[in-house]
């Protein structure tokens, strides 16, 4: 039976910046928990709670057409670690993570952070679909394959996200984002964090 699409909404901790998602079903969501040292270093620079049991940033990726900023767009701010890394978007009235976009603008999904939601709500779990796999996680645990963080999972994530991606790419949803500027220039000045602190160590990942 086909699970209803809903309307998921996000917002900061302190409830200012707010987003909406449209339409959110399991086929046209992904969902995965990252591990690399960039996601992780932000989370501990931002809130480390958010950070989930293992350790891992958990987020749900979208079409960028399918989301729209609410309330608090003053407060939207983006920071990349990296020169080659990805845009981390967060909120900047308390440091709240909000998501992940590649510096690409071309490359039409956003991933959104989920600690803000209720995943423990069954009915917020049928629209999200479950996780998908764990990436980046090194070294691999005994219980990889039970978190998902086995090549198994990691293939089948992918088979999901690379078609939805091509999609949304070809039906030109990536000019409709509340992230960049129809050129594809972010929608606000982006803090470039590696000008000025030491690099990250590199690894595999989003940086
Ligand atoms: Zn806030
Ligand atoms: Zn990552």
Redesign the pocket.
Known sequence: MAVPSKTVRMACRCGRLQLRVDAVTPSVANRVA???R??TQFAHDMRPEILDAWGG?ERFQVSPARIAITAGRDVLACRQQTRKG?LRWYASCCETPLG?TLRDAKVPFVGLDIHALDVGDPSLQAVLGPLRAR??LSPRPDNAKAIKANPAALFSMLRHLIPLTWRWWRRGEQRHSPFFEADGTPVVSVDRRYERMPALAKTA??R
């Open positions: 990252c591990h690399c960039g996601c940033t990805a992940l990436v980046n990942g989003c």
